[in-house]
């Protein structure tokens, strides 16, 4: 299918959605990904026909037959992002074109075929506009979409699938500090790395969190809150987060952040904060930083506040780094007065606060 292309979404309501009592009940206390809309979307893919059947439909298991392929080689990829209501009482979402491109790198990188741009965009605004009513009220309370694809073909061969399977998922989500911004505790692990040069690094594919898993664990056995990687050539400089990228903030303002050289994932947010940033005049530099580097500074001043970001979190202050050579702690602990104000500038963008300079708040309703 060409990229111009639009499709037809057929729409079949839950024949038995859940009630307004009871679903006022779920909202009140969402959590994170714990409960779901009414409804999904879903587009199916096979080779010479392109991506067809486009629906809306009730949430409902999916059946599938324990030879698709996905349960044994894992070609799947994801992406997260948010739908919210505006001051007005419309809702938007933050730059879901880009969260298109990048799903369409994650294909390329799986082998996966890619869905249009505007498929994509077109099945959030469908979701949401037939699950309005479960955007949660509290202004920092948001629906999360999950749109995610698979290898459906039933085949036990290695390579790429002939068929696979397009959805969206709906979760409302509460703030994610609930009782304000708290720093986050990371572990450095010296076992584990999350990606090497050449591997799938730079895509969302769930694969790359299953690797994870073990790593994360061992950051809870040592009682921090996340995971931070190392590259895996020389174990030396910072990756990301197990889903979060890393800045670190030097005494003269400068932001700084590991570059884009395949084995870290673009994030949105990252590439928000430079771009707001550099628009603020300040100096961003993408560069390798080394774990001693942030803790020579960390001890000498010139490494003022470090933070994570991703779409759950939007900005996440870090504030005990730990690892087998030792710990060291950001400032005094706390949350960096640069950390929360850049935090406070993006969130105030994205929620139709303040000015949207580069146009990146994408109205649905
Ligand atoms: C999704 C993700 C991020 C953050 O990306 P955003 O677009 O900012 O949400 C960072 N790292 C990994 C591994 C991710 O999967």
Known sequence: MSGGDNLDFEIRPNPAPVSDADRAVLLA???????????????????????????????????????????????EIFEGLKAYTLPDGGVAMFRPDANAARFNLSAQRMAMPSLPVETFVQSLHEIIKIDRSWIPEDPEGSLYLRPFAYASEVFLGVRPATEYLYLVIASPVGPYFSGGVKPVSIWVSSDFTRAAPGGTGAAKCGGNYAAGLSAQAEAAEHGCDQVVYLDAVQRKYIDELGGMNVFLVLDDGTLVTPPLTGTILPGITRDSVIKLAQRAGRTVEERPISLEEWRDGAASGRVREAFACGTAAVITPIGVIKSEAGDFTMGDGGPGDTTMSIRKNLVDIQRGRAEDPFGWVHRVL
Request: no cysteine; proline share 11%; charged share 20%.
């Open 29 to 75: 206390n969402p959590g994170f990904g714990r409960i779901f809309t009414d409804h999904m979307v879903t587009v199916r893919y096979a080779d010479g026909k392109g991506w067809y059947e486009p629906r809306v439909e009730a949430r409902a298991p999916i059946p599938m037959d324990p030879a698709s392929a996905v349960l044994h080689y894992a070609q």
